[in-house]
T-cell receptor, first 114, second 110 residues
Framework: NAGVTQTPKFRVLKTGQSMTLLCAQDMNHEYMYWYRQDPGMGLRLIHYSVGEGTTAKGEVPDGYNVSRLKKQNFLLGLESAAPSQTSVYFC?????????????FGPGTRLLVL | GQSLEQPSEVTAVEGAIVQINCTYQTSGFYGLSWYQQHDGGAPTFLSYNALDGLEETGRFSSFLSRSDSYGYLLLQELQMKDSASYFCAVRERGGFKTIFGAGTRLFVKA
């Protein structure tokens, strides 16, 4: 049982390049989330999904897109990377309802945009 | 909007007890959660308070008072491995968004 996994672990991009971050979970969770974490700012929600084929915007969605084609996978895309998107990105998953208070996080992807 | 405030840093001695406070402003939420994050690692769930009062899980306890818009995480018998960042979080009522505090960095000294 791997839990939540993220690919890649680390990436360097040039401004304007695009990339996709992959998140996979094997716990059959309905809900999945993408966060970014910057120094001194805690975790901020980018986008989330409450089920296969559904996505919604979080606190800081600009510059990102997501897709949830399969229940176990949640993809985060950067179409044209900017230095302001340098951050650590965490994916998380949870059960629905009150059980959703417990979120399980992946190991993170460290992204540097030059 | 919703916001949570925590102290940025707390220092304590090994074997001691430390309390990390979290005050919040929110129109409605299900409960207060706490997460631990070691340097370079992922956040891991510690505890959740759906109702007012104290929840105990081993050396860790968490408290919630909705009337005071306040909660805290209590760590007892501190160990060096408890040095980490601790985040409080709430999920807005009727929604799916979870808001995290900026985190409290705990330093445990020998």
């Amino acid at each position: 049982n791997a839990g939540v996994t993220q690919t890649p672990k680390f990436r360097v991009l040039k401004t304007g390049q695009s990339m996709t971050l992959l998140c996979a979970q094997d716990m059959n969770h309905e809900y999945m989330y993408w966060y970014r974490q910057d120094p001194g700012m805690g975790l901020r929600l980018i986008h989330y999904s409450v089920g296969e084929g559904t996505t919604a915007k979080g606190e800081v969605p600009d510059g990102y897109n997501v897709s949830r084609l399969k229940k176990q996978n949640f993809l985060l895309g950067l179409e044209s990377a900017a230095p302001s998107q340098t951050s650590v990105y965490f994916c998380a998953s949870s059960l629905p309802g009150a059980q959703g208070e417990t979120q399980y996080f992946g190991p993170g992807t460290r992204l540097l945009v030059l | 909007g919703q916001s949570l405030e925590q102290p940025s840093e707390v220092t304590a001695v090994e074997g001691a007890i430390v309390q990390i406070n979290c005050t919040y402003q929110t129109s409605g939420f299900y409960g207060l959660s706490w997460y631990q994050q070691h340097d370079g690692g992922a956040p891991t769930f510690l505890s959740y308070n759906a109702l007012d009062g104290l929840e105990e899980t081993g050396r860790f306890s968490s408290f919630l008072s909705r009337s005071d818009s306040y909660g805290y995480l209590l760590l007892q018998e501190l160990q060096m491995k408890d040095s980490a960042s601790y985040f409080c979080a709430v999920r807005e009522r009727g929604g799916f968004k979870t808001i995290f505090g900026a985190g409290t960095r705990l330093f445990v000294k020998a």
